[in-house]
Nanobody
Framework: QVQLVESGGGLVQAGGSLRLSCAAS????????MRWYRRAPGQQRELVAA???????NYADSVKGRFTISRENAKNMVHLHMNSLKPEDTAVYYC???????????????WGQGTLVTVSS
C-alpha cells in the first residue's frame, strides 16, 4: 500500500516560480518511476515530467528549459521546480508513481490527489 501526498500549489504571477512536492509513503520496496501530470480545465491529462530509476528525466516540450524534476531518495519525494511560469501552465498537477511493493515483485501505479496551480497574467 502506497500513498502520495502533494503540496506546493497555489496562485503565482506570470514569470514567477513555484515548487511542487510529492511524498510517497507505505510499503515501498523500490520506485520504478515518478511523474508529474497536469490537466487544464476541460483538457486531456498531459505528462509534464518524469524521473526514471537510474536518474534519467523526460519533459514535455512545452515546459522544457523551465521546469525541473528532482528526487529526494531518502525521503521518497519528488519535486517539480517550475520557473518562468506562464498563464498556460495553469492546471491541476498530479503526482504519479510506479512502486514495487515490499514482499512482492509487482508494481502499482499510484496517484496523488492533485494540486491546483494558477498563473495570473
Amino acid at each position: 500500500q502506497v500513498q502520495l501526498v502533494e503540496s506546493g500549489g497555489g496562485l503565482v504571477q506570470a514569470g514567477g516560480s513555484l515548487r511542487l512536492s510529492c511524498a510517497a509513503s507505505g510499503s515501498i520496496f523500490s520506485i520504478n518511476v515518478m511523474r508529474w501530470y497536469r490537466r487544464a480545465p476541460g483538457q486531456q491529462r498531459e505528462l509534464v515530467a518524469a524521473f526514471i530509476s537510474g536518474g534519467s528525466t523526460n519533459y514535455a516540450d512545452s515546459v522544457k528549459g523551465r521546469f525541473t524534476i528532482s528526487r529526494e531518495n531518502a525521503k521518497n519525494m519528488v519535486h517539480l521546480h517550475m520557473n518562468s511560469l506562464k498563464p498556460e501552465d495553469t492546471a491541476v498537477y498530479y503526482c504519479n508513481g510506479n512502486f514495487e511493493i515490499t514482499g512482492s515483485h509487482r508494481y502499482l501505479d499510484v496517484w496523488g490527489q492533485g494540486t491546483l496551480v494558477t498563473v495570473s497574467s
